[in-house]
């Protein structure tokens, strides 16, 4: 578990649980009793106040008043909100759709004018649809945790975008491309981006993507996207034609 992971979830642990021992934040969080001291030590500095109680358990509490005060989200986890509750109303099974919308305009009106406009422009960029039946999911895998973040660097900023990519039958190939959209068919998830070296769109799997890495170079153009009618874009805009999947 990465830093901030592991700093997010001593977090989430002593929100929900009210107070906890260094030893149980340690195996809860897969680390040593020391490493977890200074991610305590590191909230602190953050403004978070977090009391510990000496003595053999080594109690933990949180203020949770410092929570709201200090808790930011960044642009790529309030898009990864987003998607996620898109994604799940797209699949019918968002039970609560109107608190979770709601939540999550609190969310973006918390945010800064700046990242508030990175973030319409990363959701310009979010298309979803229906996944056609014939489609085979069985092998469907997880997500590279670093590819959220790679692909707010290159939306963004319109850099090129290199990783690894494993076709249907398994073989691996390299590609360097250019990110143009996100497409949503539940439960699939596809990047589609201008592929350079093909002089043509393409669409990869995200479970199929491992190792991006963003590219130095001159921002590319954006290009319009052509999709079937049944997608449509999270927020307003327009798309037609079929795509092409790989």
Request: proline letters at 7%; glycine letters at 8%.
């Amino acid at each position: 578990m990465k830093t901030r992971e592991r700093q997010d979830a001593i977090v989430r642990h002593l929100r929900r649980s009210g107070t906890a021992t260094v030893a149980g934040l340690a195996q809860d969080v897969g680390a040593s009793r020391r490493t977890v001291l200074r991610d305590i030590a590191a909230l602190r500095d953050e403004g978070f106040v977090i009391h510990t109680e000496p003595g053999r358990g080594g109690g933990v509490s949180l203020d949770a008043s410092s929570v709201q005060a200090t808790a930011r989200l960044s642009v790529a986890e309030v898009f990864a909100l987003v998607i996620s509750v898109a994604s799940m109303r797209a699949a019918g099974a968002l039970p609560f759709a109107g608190l979770a919308d709601a939540g999550l305009a609190k969310i973006e009106r918390a945010l800064p004018r700046d990242k508030v406009q990175d973030l319409r422009r990363f959701l310009a960029c979010l298309y979803i649809g229906p996944l056609a039946p014939q489609v085979d999911t069985s092998n469907l895998g997880g997500i590279d945790a670093d590819l959220l973040p790679a692909f707010e660097a290159a939306f963004l900023q319109r850099q090129l975008l290199q990783f690894r990519y494993r076709d249907a039958k398994g073989a691996e190939t390299k590609r360097a491309v250019e990110p143009q959209a996100m497409l949503i068919l539940p439960p699939l998830w596809y990047l589609v981006a201008w592929d350079p070296a093909r002089g043509a769109f393409r669409h990869f799997r995200m479970d199929r993507i491992s190792a991006p890495e963003l590219l130095d170079g001159p921002a590319f153009r954006r290009r319009h996207v052509p999709f079937d009618d049944a997608v449509r874009p999270v927020r307003p805009g327009r798309a037609d034609h079929p795509p092409r999947y790989v």
